[in-house]
C-alpha cells in the first residue's frame, strides 16, 4: 500500500506540475482549462494502468483474465467521462455569458454523468469479481476511485467559478 500512496502522491504532482489553477482566472474561449484537461487525462491514462498492475499483485492467470475486463471498463467508462469533459468545456466556454436556464442545465448534466459514472462502476463489480478475488477485485475499485478522485478534484479547481452578474 505504501507504493500505491508513493505513486499517487507522484501522479498528483506530475498533475500540479503539468496544470496551473485557474479557478479565479477568467479565460475568453477556455482553450487554456480545454489544453490543461487534455493534458491532465492523457497523464493519468499514461500511468493508470502502470499503477494498477504495480498494487495489485495479479498472478499470471488473474492477470490473463483481469486485463481485458479492464479494458472493456475503461473503453465503457471513458464514455460518461468523456461527456463530463465536454460539459466542464462548454461551461469554461460560456461561463461570462452563462444564463440562468443555462447553469441549472449544466448542473443537472454534470450530476447526470456522475451518476451515469457511479452506475457503470457499479455494474463491473461483479464482472471482475468472476474474473479476480473479491478483496483483489475490492482493491481495484479504490484504487481507481482514488485515480479518477485526483483527476476529478482536478477538474473543478481547474473550473473558473460562476461570475454573478448583478
Do not use: C, H
Amino acid at each position: 500500500m505504501k507504493t500505491l500512496f508513493s505513486i499517487v502522491v507522484l501522479l498528483s504532482a506530475l498533475i500540479a506540475a503539468n496544470v496551473t489553477a485557474v479557478a479565479q482566472r477568467e479565460t475568453a474561449t477556455g482553450v487554456e482549462v480545454e489544453r490543461d484537461l487534455a493534458l491532465l487525462r492523457r497523464d493519468l491514462r499514461s500511468e493508470k494502468k502502470k499503477i494498477i498492475a504495480l498494487n495489485m499483485s495479479l498472478t499470471e492467470t488473474e492477470a490473463t483474465k483481469f486485463w481485458p475486463v479492464y479494458d472493456q471498463y475503461i473503453a465503457d467508462i471513458t464514455k460518461p467521462y468523456d461527456q463530463f469533459y465536454g460539459a466542464v468545456k462548454d461551461f469554461v466556454a460560456k461561463q461570462k455569458t452563462m444564463t440562468d436556464a443555462e447553469a441549472s442545465a449544466f448542473m443537472k448534466r454534470w450530476g447526470q454523468l456522475l451518476v451515469e459514472i457511479a452506475q457503470t462502476r457499479q455494474r463491473y463489480i461483479p464482472i471482475i469479481e468472476k474474473v479476480i478475488p473479491t478483496k483483489k477485485s475490492a482493491m481495484f475499485f479504490q484504487i481507481d476511485r482514488r485515480l479518477y478522485s485526483l483527476l476529478e478534484l482536478q477538474v473543478v479547481t481547474e473550473m473558473p467559478l460562476l461570475i454573478q452578474q448583478p
